[in-house]
Structure formats: structure tokens, C-alpha cells
């Protein structure tokens, strides 16, 4: 199972940084992905980072979100900066074995998320 923290309320132009944990499966075997879904809108890719470390990123996460792994703790973790009102949305980790993928049909498990909102 997948276990997605760190969220909550931050003014534009402030930071988060989401963390997910990993239990039940072969951590190493997997990439991870985060994903989110703002009020009224489908569940969208944000990053994910693959098991040898590689990772990508979409649209506006890019330059702003940094994806890391920490295969010891079985955690990934989100550094989220230059937060805008458009990030408000909860916020999902999900993971697929071997390399990671954009696509969040392709994920075998999800986390249940955790909402950031960014709002003066």
C-alpha cells in the first residue's frame, strides 16, 4: 500500500513537500508517480521517478517540482516550490513496475491522497 502526506494549507509562492510511503510490495521494483486531481477537473500526471532514478516531469511541475527516492525508507518524496492557486488540488501517489509512465491507467497501487491547497 501507498501512504501519500504532507499536504496542506500554503500561500502563494510557499513550499511543501509531499512524501510517500511504501509497504506491501517491492519498493525497489517499482516506479512512482504523483498525480493530481483539482475540484471538477480529471485526475492529471504530475512527475514520477523510475527505479534506477530517472524522472520526468509535466507542464507547469516542471522547474518548480523536484521528485526523489529514498529506497532505504521506501519513500518518495515531492518538493514542491513557487506554489500557485492552480496547484490547489489533492495529491496521489501511485505505483508501476520498472520504469515510470505518465499514463495513471498504467499504475498498480494508489495511495488514498492528501490535499494541498495554496491560497492568500
Known amino acids: 500500500q501507498l501512504q501519500a502526506s504532507g499536504g496542506g494549507l500554503v500561500q502563494p509562492g510557499g513550499s511543501l513537500r509531499l512524501s510517500c510511503a511504501a509497504s506491501?510490495?517491492?519498493?525497489?521494483?517499482?516506479?512512482i508517480g504523483w498525480f493530481r486531481q483539482a475540484p471538477g477537473k480529471e485526475r492529471e500526471a504530475v512527475s514520477y521517478?523510475?527505479?534506477?532514478?530517472?524522472?520526468a516531469y509535466v507542464g507547469s511541475a516542471r522547474g518548480r517540482f523536484t521528485i526523489s527516492r529514498d529506497n532505504a525508507d521506501n519513500t518518495v518524496y515531492l518538493q514542491m516550490n513557487s506554489l500557485k492557486p492552480e496547484d490547489t488540488a489533492v495529491y496521489y501517489c501511485?505505483?508501476?513496475?520498472?520504469?515510470?509512465?505518465?499514463?495513471?491507467?498504467?499504475?498498480?497501487?494508489w495511495g488514498q491522497g492528501t490535499l494541498v491547497t495554496v491560497s492568500s
Open positions: 506491501g510490495f517491492i519498493f525497489d521494483d517499482y516506479a
Open positions: 501511485a505505483a508501476t513496475p520498472g520504469k515510470g509512465r505518465h499514463n495513471l491507467y498504467e499504475y498498480t497501487y
Open positions: 521517478i523510475s527505479t534506477g532514478g530517472g524522472s
